[in-house]
Every structure is written in structure tokens, then in C-alpha cells.
Nanobody, 126 residues
């Protein structure tokens, strides 16, 4: 049974930082590209960042480029999202997702990701 479990969310002031983690089990982690998405109630799910199977290729939404960094540790079956210079508009439920890939590419389309975690809440407020 595949499980993706996110952690690291919380309440942070504008300008602050958080590091999200997503621990994967029940799958061969190294053959999956991994992505982070976020969703606010009443709005569509939004792509945030993705990393390829090896971690060599990454892709970011324009809204987080330069502030967020995605990384992965294949030995620990974990993907991370380092979030710096947080803004109130970053407030959302953050999900990680796994995409079975046959090459070292990444994709921002959420509908092609196979597995999803339950999410961790990030709230940016003073």
C-alpha cells in the first residue's frame, strides 16, 4: 500500500520559513518524480514545485520561484520543500504527489500524478 505522509506545516509570520517533508512508503521511490501542490478552499489546486527521479531536474511555479526549493533524498524515500520569504498568499494545504516516470523529466500537471498525500496546512499570518 502506497503512503505519502506530509509533515512540517504550521503557523508562521510573513517573511518566515518552513520546511515541509513528505515520507513515501510502499513504492520504489527512485522511479517516481515528486511534486508539491497546494490548495485553498474554494480554489483550484495549484502546482508549486516538482523534482525528477534523480533530483537533477526541478521545476517551479512562477509564484514561488526564488523563494521555495524542492529536494529529495532517495535513500530516505523523502522529498522536501524549503519555503523561505513566506507570504500570506502562500497559505494553503500543501500536498505531495508521486508520478511514475520512465525518464528524468518532471511535469506540473496534477492529473498525471499517481499517488497523493493527505496534506499539511501552512498558514502565513501575523
Amino acid at each position: 500500500q502506497v503512503q505519502l505522509v506530509e509533515s512540517g506545516g504550521g503557523l508562521v509570520q510573513p517573511g518566515g520559513s518552513l520546511r515541509l517533508s513528505c515520507a513515501a512508503s510502499g513504492l520504489t521511490f527512485s522511479i517516481y518524480a515528486m511534486g508539491w501542490f497546494r490548495q485553498v478552499p474554494g480554489k483550484e489546486r495549484e502546482f508549486v514545485a516538482a523534482t525528477s527521479r534523480s533530483g537533477s531536474n526541478t521545476y517551479y511555479a512562477d509564484s514561488v520561484k526564488g523563494r521555495f526549493t524542492i529536494s529529495r533524498d532517495n535513500a530516505k524515500n523523502t522529498v522536501y520543500l524549503q519555503m523561505n520569504s513566506l507570504k500570506p498568499e502562500d497559505t494553503a494545504l500543501y500536498h505531495c504527489a508521486a508520478d511514475r516516470r520512465y525518464d528524468d523529466s518532471v511535469d506540473s500537471r496534477g492529473d498525471i500524478y499517481h499517488y497523493w498525500g493527505q496534506g499539511t496546512q501552512v498558514t502565513v499570518s501575523s
